[in-house]
């Protein structure tokens, strides 16, 4: 089974609105941490956000937010007020239990339009 | 802070030669370095973990003898693809965890080779 699963393959999204982009996870581990990493044309991973498993407060950074809902095991990245230079490829990973190494979902690309 | 480059930035080679890709922590020092691959519009799949001073730790699949890890210090790790062919042709992208780092939130990525086998 997908240990990670990111349904929107493609999404746009006019400058200034908000998007959300999804992701649902799957684990036994009640330790767990959540990570979204955006990844521009030039190929480097951008770090944007983390979430703990037993963070009791959603994630926030910035115009990013992590909206952690648990017991959907989903954990969607919401973009506010989105910038021409956020259109890139948005991926969601997971670490589980002590281990630091995330596995990774296939992406969702993002296009903002002016 | 928490800079991690690599180098080279893309690479062509002909089909067999080996080619050598260096991933640095500049003002870090890091125990773990990851290296991942990447093909066109898909995800990052991890190949291997190396540790510094000991031998690397491979993914399932992957093969060790091909993809030479060598992790000599707490700021290098490289890695060599060996007789490269053209199905090697993909995204390399290194991660280091800082030492004594305790976040999990404490790997940081390099900006990625790309390496294209004729």
């Known amino acids: 089974a997908q240990k990670i699963t990111q349904t929107q393959p493609g999404m746009f999204v006019q400058e200034k609105e908000a998007v959300t982009l999804d992701c649902t996870y799957d684990?036994?581990?009640?330790?767990?941490?959540l990570f979204w990493y955006k990844q521009p044309s030039s190929g480097e991973m951008i770090f944007l956000i983390y979430q703990g498993s037993y963070d009791e407060q959603n994630a926030t950074e910035g115009r990013y937010s992590l909206n952690f809902q648990k017991a959907r095991k989903s954990a969607n990245l919401v973009i506010s007020a989105s910038q021409l230079g956020d259109s890139a490829m948005y991926f969601c990973?997971?670490?589980?239990?002590?281990?630091?190494?995330?596995?990774f979902g296939r992406g969702t690309s993002l296009i903002v339009h002016p | 802070g928490a800079v991690v480059s690599q180098h080279p930035s893309w690479v062509i080679c002909k089909s067999g030669t080996s080619v050598k890709i260096e991933c640095r922590s500049l003002d870090f020092q890091a125990t773990t370095m990851f290296w991942y691959r990447q093909f066109p519009k898909q995800s990052l799949m991890l190949m291997a973990t190396s540790n510094e001073g000991s031998k690397a730790t491979y993914e399932q699949g992957v093969e060790k003898d091909k993809f030479l890890i060598n992790h000599a210090s707490l700021t290098l790790s490289t890695l060599t693809v060996t007789s490269a062919h053209p199905e090697d042709s993909s995204f390399y992208i290194c991660?280091?965890?800082?030492?004594?780092?305790?976040?999990?939130?404490?790997?940081?990525f390099g900006p990625g080779t790309r390496l294209t086998v004729l």
């Open positions: 991660s280091a965890k800082r030492l004594g780092g305790s976040s999990y939130n404490e790997q940081f």
């Open positions: 990973a997971m670490r589980e239990g002590r281990s630091y190494i995330p596995t």
């Open positions: 684990t036994s581990d009640q330790s767990y941490g």
